[in-house]
């Protein structure tokens, strides 16, 4: 058996860690808008408001030794025992250890000597800070005496320059102290209008805020000069390194119990209303949200209203399959990692430092079909949002930043699947809730006043962005890069120290084209012309129709390779992913998009092509990207071949795109391989812990190819579009319950020895109860739908009005 570190505990919606070393940290996330934190299971992590790049609220290391320093620490020390609840950073060994990972909170117990410390740590719903409900229980028979020291280090608020312009950072911190409440107010007094707070709600015995006097120069986390010496040093920092350290001294009779409610806040004051007296600054607002939380009877009555929230959001789709596993997935961690990629998208992990990048074009619009059932408004948001960064061509900034929303400059666009992601993000949210009245709000190009458009006519735009850009096959132009932002065809970088996401490309005189582009063309286009359809636009639709003819039929001519599709034509019109290359002959993305499509369905092109990345591509632990995978640079396909073979996207198992071979083999039929794909990737199925090594409750964006050292490692777990594909993909193209304008349609496409299996979906409104059924084996096709008791012809559940309890019952053919 293998080594285990936790388990699931599917009542409470938790995941119990119960040994602290786990092969590499597995976090959660705080806050559910504006306020959030990273926590890790030794309560590592750090907090930022909006944006973790520009407002950090607490310091991090990253890839620090050792691993995960820096975090939300208590120090306990009980005579000359000195511990910690997480067990870090001490490390001194614990009578008890468990840490509970659950929806938008985490919570710590450790136990050491007869005293009980458990914290749990959450932002409640609508408020700028952390709590942290501290309760430490005596279970001996004798009184003890405890000496308590908190400790959380400051971030100087840019966690770019916070790591990097020590000339000045030095030289900047700034702090005040009144009573238990420990404010951080670096470059408050010049142009900043926010600043964060420390607190707890008893007085306190001392403190300390500059890190040097509290660890010692020569010290790390693990041993705090004050607190080895028990007692505080009053220290104010001016410059270096300000923190926040509050020392109680505890007495607890036995069996006593105390709770102690820490508060990690972030202010932001007007321009005008900055200050309370000359200097000192002005902490209403500070002091309002902590009157709010300074009881334990309020932090409970918060915390039931983040676990209602929870309730609410995951009542929305609800499975009873009969295999745990499956239930886990889908009712809990998928869908709650589907909210993380909306708050986050690809910024904040331990895997992203959150200085990088902001929001992806592409991504958000994927990361949107995974989380627009529980929050559509939001998703309404941010699809204008991310629709205001297109240009006028229908090309798109890659990526923007959260806190200003404005496209990013660093990166640019040219990357020529973008967008088509925006047909897919918005006619999945269209389904989801009817909501119509989207597509007629102004929407500016590149967030310029004046420039607006109708939300249609970008998608009109985005549709057209690709007719525009055809190479010499009439195939999409690749343009910088397609969804694989590695296969760099335009190139052509011999500079190590250039990127190849943002140098100059050649795509002037270029005849680089994408078969990945032109499936996802070939998919997305149909919603549009559906779309177009429901809106009575005809013509329209008729013209975009003609488009997409012509798309498969350029792909059956000149995409086909005789065993599969190909990947692409590079710079000089050479074939890329073809049994006459060398290496990286046969790839995931083009199959599984072209099958996704159904191109060459009635031909047996889709037959061949899944048939061929089984073969291929398929392995212990999921599909590869591609295969061989490179073993040398290849300069003019760039960054893909410049990843070790098996990592990443040469021939790394990326999660992300399984899916789409998934969704190809239901396109065709096959529940059974759908399923099994399916499985391979899912978290939940994988029983090796240690060579997984990251989270076993989330999706990982990448594990090691069959090519790699260690195949099956995970890496890049959370921030990652495989949460959202793999919801997708599951609920709608493999249970089958699809969200379309006028109603839910069930199709679901399922392993033969999937009996029956009960859903219950929200949607407009009104309660699905689904009943299905598979009395005879079958993997696809339903017999017979009976609604509220009448049979009805096709597989369509018509719409019913709010509030409405709806039964079906599904028999499969
Ligand atoms: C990674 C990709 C990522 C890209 C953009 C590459 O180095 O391999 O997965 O999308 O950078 O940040
Ligand atoms: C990660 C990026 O976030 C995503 O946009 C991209 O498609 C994949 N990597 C593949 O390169």
Partial sequence: MAKEYGHYDDAAREYVITDPCTPWPWINYLGTEDFFGLISNTAGGYSFCKDARFRRITRYRYNGVPMDAGGRYFYIKDGDTVWNPGWKPCKTPLDFYECRHGMNYTSIEGRKDGITAKVLFFVPLKTWAEVQKLTLTNTTDVVKKLKLFSFQEWCLWNASTDMENFQRNFSTGEVEIDGSVIYHKTEYKERRNHYAYYSVNVPVQGFDTDRESFLGLYNGFDAPQVVLEGKPRGSVAHGWSPIASHYLEIELKPGESRDLIFILGYVENAQDDKWESKGVINKRMARETMSRLDTPVKVDAEFRKLNEYWDNLLSIFNVESGDERMDRTVNIWNQYQCMITFCFSRSASFFESGIGRGMGFRDSNQDLIGFVHQIPERARERIIDIASTQF??????????????????????????????????????????????????????????????????????????????????????????????????????????????????????????????????????????????????????????????????????????????????????????????????????????????????????????????????????????????????????????????????????????????????????NGKAAMEYWRKICPAYIEDQTLHKVEPYVYSQMLAGKDAFRPGEGKNSWLTGTAAWNWYTNTQFILGIKPTYNGLEIDPCISPDMKEYKITRKFRGATYQIEIKNPNGSMRGIKSLIVEGKEITGNLIPLFAEGSKVHVTAILQ
């Fill in 392 to 669: 006028a061509d229908g090309g798109c900034y890659h990526q923007y930043q959260p806190l200003t929303k404005r496209g990013n400059d660093g990166i640019g666009g040219g990357f020529n699947d973008d967008p088509m992601w925006l047909i897919f993000g918005v006619c999945g949210y269209l389904r989801e809730t009817g909501d119509f009245s989207i597509l007629d709000e102004p929407v500016p190009f590149d967030n310029v006043p004046g420039s607006e458009k109708s939300l249609f006519e970008h998608l009109t735009i985005s549709f057209d962005h690709v007719i525009n850009n055809l190479g010499p096959h009439g195939l999409p132009l690749i343009g910088r890069a397609d969804w694989n932002d590695c296969l760099n065809l335009n190139c052509f970088s011999n500079d190590p120290d250039e990127s190849f996401q943002t140098t100059e490309n050649k795509t002037e005189g270029s005849k680089a084209e994408s078969l990945m582009i032109a499936g996802l063309f070939v998919f997305s286009g149909r919603d549009y012309v559906e779309l177009c359809r429901q809106l009575g636009k005809n013509a329209e639709a008729d013209r975009a129709q003609r488009h997409i003819d012509d798309m498969i039929a350029a792909v059956e001519k000149y995409g086909w390779d005789g065993n599969w599709f190909l990947r692409a034509y590079d710079y000089y019109g050479r074939k890329v992913g073809s049994h006459e290359n060398e290496e990286g002959q046969i790839f995931i993305e083009s199959n599984g998009w072209c099958a996704m499509a159904g191109i060459g369905l009635k031909e047996g092109l889709c037959d061949k092509a899944l048939d061929s990345v089984k073969e291929r591509l398929d392995s212990e632990h999921g599909i590869v990207l591609n295969n061989p995978a490179f073993t040398r640079y290849y300069i003019e396909y760039g960054e893909i071949s410049s990843y070790p073979a098996g990592y990443k996207e040469n021939a790394g198992i990326f999660c992300h795109n399984n899916p789409w071979v998934m969704i190809g083999e239901t396109v065709r039929g």
